[in-house]
C-alpha cells in the first residue's frame, strides 16, 4: 500500500506549483511508494497550520519558517525551490507609489502574521514603523486595489503584475531584492514529527518533488495543458507563461541545482532578521535545516578538509611561482593601463571636438554609406544622427545633378588615397531647400583595407548674404557719387533756366502768350527740380533738418497724410507700441520714405483680393556679432521699422536692382523712390534691406539709430521791429 500525504500549497492552483503537478502526472510519486493529494490555499487555511493541525504532512512557505521555528514550531525546510524569493509589494503606477518610504500613511494589504517576513524586513531595514501605515488583512482579491480599496497589495512577481498589465494598468513594483533583502522563496518543508517518524517517506517525497520540478521547468507548454485540463485554473494561457518565464528567473535552473539550500544563507537571512529585530540574537538552527545522512555529511566533511589540506599547498606553491613574475606582470599592467587610459582620454577629446566644432562633418565609407554624423551635420542639414547613420550621402543631401560629380570624386580618392580639393557645392535640406557650404575631403588610411572619408562642410549662407549685402552697398555708393554730380550739375542749369524766366516774366507782364510759355517752362523746371531732390536724397545730401521724433507718432500723424498714395482697397495694419521708441530724424525725409514705401507695397497688390500692409516696429540691440551683418552700421540701440505686404513679391534679380536709380518694373514712372529712401535711411546712419520671394509678398525691414526721448520746451521769441533797407539776395544751390 502506497503512504498517503497531504502538500498543502501557499496559494492557489497556478504554475507556482508546477513541479508537483509534474510529480503526480508523470508518477514520479507513485514510482516513491506515495499517494499525495496537493490542496490548494484557501482563506484561512495557510501551510503553517495545516502542518500543526496534522491536516497536512508538507508545506510550501518562505523564509519566514525560521522565524516560526524561533517560535517553537517544529519545522524543518527540505529544499528551497526559489532561489530568490518572488514575493513584492504590488501598486498602480498612476498613485505615485514606488518606495517604501511612499507607504507612510497609506493603506497596505498583507498576509497575517510573518508570512510576509520579506515585506516585513523590508520596511523595518528603511525605519518604516508598522504604526507609519494601515495595515489591512490580505483579502486574496486584487479588485481591492484595482477599485481603490487599498493602496499597495502584497503579491508574487510571477502573478498580479500580469493581470494589472492586461487591462491596462501600469504596475509599480516594490521588490525586497531592491532594499538589500534577498530570502529564498517557496520553501519546501514538513514537521520534526514526520521526519523521525517517516525518514525515508520524507527522503522519498523531497526525491520525487524535485524530480518533478526539473521536468516542469523543461516542458513549460506541458504542464500549461495539464494546469488548464486537471486543476480548474482559469487564467489565460499567455499569463502562464509570463508567470513560467517569471518562476525560471526566480529559480535559475540552469546556473544552480533545484532544491540546492545553502546553510551559510540560511544563517545570512537569520542575522537579518536579528539586525531588524525579528530573531533573538541566540537563535539556533539546529534541527532547522533537512539532513538526510548526517554521517555521509561528516564524512564529506573529513574529506572536504583533506582536500581543502592539498589544495592550500598547491596554492601556496602556485602563488610561489607567481610570485617571482608579479612584479614584472604588474609594471606590463600598469603601463598598458595607463596607454588605454591616454588612449581613451585622446579618443573621448577628439569626440567632443568633432561633436561640438561648428561646422558640419560626416564620416562616410566608399559606396556613400555615412558612419558618422555630428551635431552641427543635424543642425545645418535637418537630419538626426539616427536617421542619417546607415544611409547613403548621395541620397540624403546631394541634388541628382551633382551625384555623378560626387561619386567620381570618392572614386578617385578611393584610387589615389588623395582627398580632393576643397570646392563650393549647393546641396541639399532635409525640408529640400538648398543650401551652399564649402567642403573639404580627407582621407583616412587604417589597419581596414577600405579607407574613410569624412567632409567638413561649412555653411555659407550668411557668408553670401554678407558678400550680397557689401556688393549692394559698394554699388549704392558708387551710383550715389554719379547721383551727386548729375544733381549738383542738374541745380545749376536749372537755376539759370528758372532765374531767366522769372526775368521774362518781370519784362513783359503783361504778355499773354509769353506767360503760358514761360508758365510750361516753369512747370518743366519745377519736374526737374523735384527729381534732382531725390538723386540728392540718394546721395546722401539734400536738406537735412533733424530732429528728435517718436516713431508712433511719426507714423500716426503721417498715414492721413500720404494715404492717398495707397489703394482704398489696401488694409493698412499698424502694430507700433506707444513706447516704441524715438529716432533723430529730418520728418520731410522720413514722411518721403514712408510714402514711398507705401506706394510701392499698393501697386504690388494690384489685381489681388485681400490686400494688406502691415506696418510693425520696436527697439532693440545691435550686438557686434549682429552688426557684421550690415556694412556701415556700428553695434547700439535700434529702431527697427518694417513694411510687409502680401502682394505679388519679387524674384532675387529685381530685389537686388531694387535701389539702384531709374530702375522699375512698371513701364510709366521714374522710378527713383525706392532709390531715394535709400539714400535717406543711409543719410541717417541706417540701414535698409529687403526680404522677398515671387508671390510671398514682401517685406523692407529700416534700422534706424534709436535716442532717448527728449522733451523740448518750444519758446515762442518776442517779435522785434524790422529797421533799415538793403537788397536781400537769396541763392540756392
Not at 423 to 446: A, C, F, H, I, Q
Request: a neutral charge; proline letters at 5%.
Amino acid at each position: 500500500m502506497p503512504d498517503k500525504v497531504t502538500l498543502q500549497l501557499a496559494w492557489k492552483h497556478q504554475f507556482q506549483f508546477a513541479g508537483y503537478y509534474a510529480a503526480l502526472a508523470k508518477g514520479y510519486y507513485r514510482e516513491e511508494g506515495l499517494e499525495v493529494t496537493i490542496r490548494e490555499c484557501r482563506r484561512g487555511v495557510f501551510a503553517r497550520e495545516s502542518l500543526l493541525s496534522g491536516q497536512a504532512q508538507y508545506g510550501v512557505a518562505g523564509s519566514e519558517l525560521i522565524l516560526h521555528r524561533a517560535e517553537g514550531d517544529p519545522f524543518v525546510v527540505l529544499a528551497p525551490i526559489f532561489q530568490h524569493s518572488p514575493s513584492i509589494l504590488v501598486t498602480r503606477k498612476d498613485s505615485g507609489i514606488e518606495t517604501p518610504h511612499d507607504l507612510i500613511g497609506k493603506r497596505v494589504m498583507m498576509l497575517p502574521g510573518k508570512k510576509d517576513a520579506d515585506i516585513l524586513a523590508v520596511l523595518k531595514n528603511e525605519n518604516i514603523g508598522m504604526n507609519s501605515i494601515k495595515r489591512l488583512d490580505q483579502s486574496f482579491d486584487l479588485n481591492d486595489l484595482i477599485d481603490g480599496r487599498t493602496d499597495a497589495f502584497s503579491a508574487y512577481l510571477t502573478n498580479e503584475p500580469w493581470y494589472l498589465e492586461s487591462i491596462g494598468i501600469t504596475p509599480g513594483i516594490i521588490k525586497p531584492l531592491s532594499y538589500g533583502v534577498d530570502f529564498y522563496g517557496d520553501c519546501l518543508f514538513t514537521t520534526d514529527r514526520e521526519v523521525e517518524k517517516h525518514p525515508e517517506r520524507v527522503n522519498r517525497f523531497l526525491k520525487a518533488s524535485l524530480r518533478g520540478w526539473e521536468y516542469a521547468m523543461a516542458h513549460h507548454e506541458e504542464m500549461i495543458d495539464i494546469i488548464l485540463a486537471r486543476y480548474g485554473v482559469k487564467k489565460e494561457r499567455a499569463h502562464l507563461r509570463f508567470e513560467a518565464d517569471a518562476i525560471q528567473k526566480c529559480m535559475l535552473p540552469d546556473l544552480v541545482r533545484i532544491g540546492h539550500m545553502n546553510p551559510g544563507r540560511w544563517r545570512h537571512i537569520a542575522d537579518t532578521y536579528v539586525e531588524l529585530g525579528m530573531l533573538e540574537p541566540d537563535y539556533s538552527m539546529k534541527g532547522f535545516l533537512y539532513d538526510p545522512d548526517p554521517a555521509a555529511g561528516y564524512r564529506w566533511m573529513k574529506w572536504a578538509f583533506y582536500i581543502l589540506v592539498v589544495v592550500s599547498l598547491l596554492i601556496g606553491l602556485i602563488a610561489a611561482l607567481l610570485f617571482i613574475f608579479n612584479k614584472k606582470l604588474k609594471k606590463e599592467i600598469s603601463e598598458r593601463k595607463q596607454a588605454e587610459e591616454a588612449l581613451k582620454e585622446s579618443e573621448a577629446r577628439f569626440r567632443a571636438l568633432f561633436e561640438n566644432v561648428p561646422a558640419a562633418i560626416q564620416g562616410y565609407s566608399p559606396d556613400g554609406t555615412i558612419c558618422y554624423w555630428n551635431r552641427a551635420s543635424e543642425d545645418l542639414y535637418g537630419y538626426t544622427r539616427e536617421e542619417a547613420v546607415g544611409n547613403n550621402i548621395i541620397d540624403l543631401i546631394v541634388p541628382p545633378e551633382l551625384h555623378e560629380h560626387v561619386l567620381n570624386t570618392i572614386r578617385r580618392a578611393v584610387e589615389t588615397g588623395i582627398a580632393a580639393p576643397s570646392e563650393e557645392l549647393m546641396v541639399m535640406r532635409n525640408d529640400g531647400s538648398p543650401v551652399s557650404v564649402l567642403t573639404s575631403y580627407v582621407v583616412l588610411k587604417n589597419n581596414r583595407k577600405v579607407p574613410e572619408f569624412y567632409c567638413l562642410d561649412v555653411d555659407l549662407t550668411q557668408r553670401k548674404q554678407l558678400q550680397n549685402r557689401l556688393e549692394q552697398a559698394r554699388k549704392a555708393e558708387a551710383i550715389s557719387c554719379l547721383a551727386g554730380g548729375i544733381a549738383h550739375q542738374f541745380n545749376n542749369v536749372l537755376s539759370g533756366i528758372t532765374g531767366n524766366v522769372d526775368l521774362l516774366e518781370m519784362i513783359y507782364p503783361g504778355e499773354e502768350n509769353l506767360l503760358r510759355h514761360t508758365g510750361r517752362m516753369k512747370k518743366a523746371a519745377l519736374r526737374m527740380a523735384d527729381l534732382t531732390s531725390q538723386l540728392v536724397a540718394y546721395a546722401k545730401g539734400g536738406k537735412y533738418q533733424p530732429d528728435t521724433i517718436s516713431v508712433h507718432d511719426f507714423v500716426s500723424r503721417t498715414l492721413p497724410l500720404i494715404k492717398h498714395a495707397v489703394d482704398p482697397a489696401v488694409k493698412v495694419e499698424v502694430d507700433l507700441p506707444v513706447d516704441s521708441g524715438s529716432i533723430k530724424a529730418d520728418k520731410a525725409q522720413m514722411q518721403m520714405v514712408l510714402m514711398a514705401l507705401l506706394s510701392n507695397a499698393s501697386e504690388a497688390m494690384e489685381g489681388r483680393d485681400n490686400g494688406q500692409i502691415r506696418i510693425t516696429g520696436k527697439s532693440g540691440m545691435l550686438t557686434s556679432a549682429d552688426a557684421e551683418g550690415f556694412p556701415g552700421l556700428k553695434p547700439g540701440n535700434y529702431m527697427k521699422l518694417s513694411v510687409g505686404d502680401n502682394g505679388k513679391g519679387m524674384d532675387e534679380m529685381t530685389r537686388k536692382r531694387i535701389f539702384e536709380p531709374f530702375f522699375t518694373t512698371r513701364f510709366l514712372g521714374r522710378g527713383l523712390g525706392m532709390a531715394a529712401v535709400y539714400g535717406i535711411i543711409k543719410n541717417h546712419e541706417g540701414w535698409i534691406f529687403i526680404e522677398s520671394e515671387p508671390d510671398k509678398g514682401t517685406t523692407v525691414k529700416i534700422y534706424l539709430p534709436a535716442v532717448e526721448n527728449i522733451v523740448k520746451k518750444h519758446v515762442v521769441p518776442k517779435p522785434a521791429p524790422v529797421k533799415g533797407s538793403g537788397t536781400i539776395l537769396i541763392i540756392e544751390d
